[in-house]
């Protein structure tokens, strides 16, 4: 079973701070997605990268994927309260779309 | 467009007791996936549909948790009986088709199981 582990489980940070979220496995994946998640609601989708290296921005938002397509992160810079939520990764195994979830990263950002 | 929408939204159930939740796909996705968010976790798929087959069921617990999506539209998931370790959130989620990369979430039902 293909696992992935985000870093850190909580953040508490500032408004106007930077902040990294790190998601690893030691398994390989097609492609790499991040979701943002609010109490009540569904994971929404953030990005979905591919490419080993690659490198994706939203905004203030940057996504990366390792070069062995094992492990992403993404930044945040200037974080803002409306980025708080539930931050989770997720690993597409193979055609056929299954995806494996990390735990998620709470991200809470205070004004 | 209408997004996924799913019912009810909070159930509240005795253990041993039955449950019943609906998904209705966004119009036009052929695939559909149920997944169970257990709280401090990310969601796990318990079952994916394409169009009215069963694709992936290998982490659904077959001794008490059941699927249908009759028509290719629509779907239920029932639990029989439910345990207390059934309490979680159950989303559905569909995509245009199984080599789509995204996925459309529902609100989820919030299942508490006592």
């Known amino acids: 079973t293909q696992l992935l582990e985000q870093s850190p489980q909580f953040l508490s940070i500032q408004e106007g701070e930077n902040l990294t979220v790190y998601c690893n496995s030691s398994s390989v994946f097609s492609s790499l997605q991040w979701y943002r998640q609010e109490p009540g609601e569904g994971p929404v989708l953030l990005v979905t990268?591919?490419?080993?290296?690659e490198v994706k921005k939203l905004k203030r938002l940057t996504f990366q994927f390792g070069d062995a397509r094992k492990d992403s992160s993404l930044h945040i810079t200037a974080a803002q309260p409306g980025d708080t939520g539930l931050y989770l990764c997720?690993?597409?195994?193979?055609?056929?779309?299954?995806?494996?979830f990390g735990a998620g990263t709470i991200l809470r950002v205070k004004s | 467009e209408a997004g996924v929408a799913q019912s009810p939204r909070y159930k509240i159930i005795e253990k041993r007791q039955s449950v019943a939740f609906w998904c209705n796909p966004i119009?036009?996705?052929?695939?559909l996936y149920w997944y169970q968010q257990i709280l401090g976790q990310g969601p796990k798929l318990l079952i994916q549909f394409q169009n009215n087959g069963v694709v992936d069921d290998s982490q659904l617990p077959k001794d008490r948790f059941s699927a249908e999506r009759l028509k290719g539209v629509d779907s239920t998931l029932k639990i029989q009986p439910a345990k207390l370790e059934d309490s979680a959130v159950y989303l559905c989620?569909?995509?245009?088709?199984?080599?789509?990369?995204?996925?459309?979430f529902g609100p989820g039902t919030r299942l508490t199981v006592l």
């Open positions: 989620a569909s995509s245009l088709d199984r080599g789509s990369d995204t996925q459309y």
């Open positions: 990268v591919v490419t080993g290296g």
């Open positions: 997720a690993g597409a195994e193979e055609y056929g779309n299954k995806l494996v």
């Open positions: 119009s036009g996705h052929a695939t």
